[in-house]
């Protein structure tokens, strides 16, 4: 339910904000997205995603996503993303 929900218009919408400050993740998002965990949810009905993309040029993009469940469907949160080097 939660996948059928968020067109890619809809995730443009939502994180329209980020994409107004000019953040340029792009380059570091090469392939797909992998969970870093199962996603969850709280006591208090959150639903967390965490995840991230393989290395690119020794940098890597780590992806947490909040969102609660609403009469309209699910809202998102919050958005965090860290950008980090490989460890070596």
Request: net charge negative.
């Amino acid at each position: 339910m939660y996948q059928s929900q968020f067109t890619n218009e809809k995730l443009r919408q939502t994180y329209r904000t980020e994409h107004e400050q000019k953040v340029v993740l792009a380059p570091l998002m090469v392939g797909e997205l992998r969970l870093t965990a199962e996603p969850t949810i709280s006591e208090q009905g959150e639903l967390v995603v965490k995840g991230g993309y393989p290395a690119v040029q020794g940098r890597v993009l780590s992806v947490g996503v909040s969102y609660v469940y609403s009469q309209s469907g699910w809202l998102s949160l919050g958005l965090n993303f860290e950008v980090g080097n490989v460890a070596e």
